[in-house]
């Protein structure tokens, strides 16, 4: 069957890319159906099988109090994954906005965004997001918002950039000159110049978010225990690491597979929604 669509084609011959987008899907559908069809409760203790090994009953064993440590890891990406979405979501949605502000106004405002947001650059995002849970105190919805306002100054300045190239083309400018309202610019041509760009650092984002939100969590300063986000996981797990290594193992490797899945299926999707591409495939 011949594939119509030119992006997908391309996406499709970049196999690595394919491969990490099946397996990314479907440790995302585990994480979130697989919930519902575990054997054990994440919060479930049996002392009896305490440290237990991997068995036919515990896949990934059980931890220094007899918990399913299959169960938390499932339990666990649901949280890591949800924050990590809420997150880049949320500094998608301010970055753009504050990025076409910027980059189609110019002037004194575009000044100022861009002065702050260079400031913003300069410091490690996991540094921001650490500074942002401290004001704004530890939880899941709260790392979100930590997680959400470290992704703002990339998205902004990525925005900001396309926004000023694309307002100087000869069809925006034949736009205003005929008379077309900023917003009806920015809906009609500003839009949907920026969404490709738009789309794959959102995908390269969701990697980076999995990875503060795991660190925030490690240092007890974001989703802590009981709660079974990977990187609580690991921190609770690291002072039985010779007794229960999979304590440590199995969040680390998920944090790893979805971090190494996003970043491939991004690069794929870079190379198919780049506009100068004219590789064609099949």
Not at 79 to 90: E, P
Not at 167 to 190: L, P
Not at 271 to 281: C, F, H, R, V, Y
Request: charged share 15%; aromatic share 6%; net charge positive.
């Amino acid at each position: 069957m011949k594939i119509k669509s030119k992006k997908l084609r391309i996406f499709l011959s970049r196999k690595i890319s394919v491969v990490a987008a099946v397996i990314l899907i479907i440790m995302m559908l585990g994480m979130f159906i697989g919930p519902y069809f575990t054997r054990f409760s994440p919060t479930d203790i049996n002392i009896d099988r305490r440290l237990d090994g991997i068995s036919r009953e515990h896949w990934l064993g059980t931890d220094e109090i007899g918990r399913d440590m299959f169960a938390r890891i499932v339990h666990g990406g649901q949280t890591t994954m949800g924050i990590a979405l809420f997150g880049v979501s949320l500094g998608a949605v301010f970055g753009l906005l504050l990025g076409i502000i910027s980059g189609y106004y110019g002037g004194m405002l575009d000044a100022v965004l861009s002065r702050f947001i260079d400031i913003l650059m300069a410091i490690p995002g996991l540094l921001i997001a650490t500074i942002a849970v401290g004001i704004i105190g530890p939880g899941g919805i709260n790392t979100g918002i930590a997680v959400g306002i470290a992704s703002i100054p990339s998205f902004m300045r990525m925005t900001r950039g396309t926004v000023i190239a694309v307002k100087e083309t000869d069809y925006v400018k034949s736009c205003r000159m005929m008379g077309g309202s900023n917003i009806r610019i920015i809906i009609n041509h500003i839009l949907p110049s920026i969404w490709p760009i738009t789309v794959v650092m959102f995908t390269l984002g969701l990697g980076t978010a999995v990875l503060t939100s795991s660190a925030l969590s490690f240092l007890g300063i974001g989703v802590n225990p009981p709660a079974s986000e990977w990187g609580a996981l690991i921190s609770v797990g690291r002072h039985m690491m010779l007794a229960f290594p999979m304590g440590v193992v199995a969040p680390g490797l998920a944090i790893t597979l979805v971090v190494l899945c996003t970043s491939l299926v991004g690069d794929g999707l870079r190379d198919a929604l780049d506009p100068k591409s004219n590789e064609d495939t099949i």
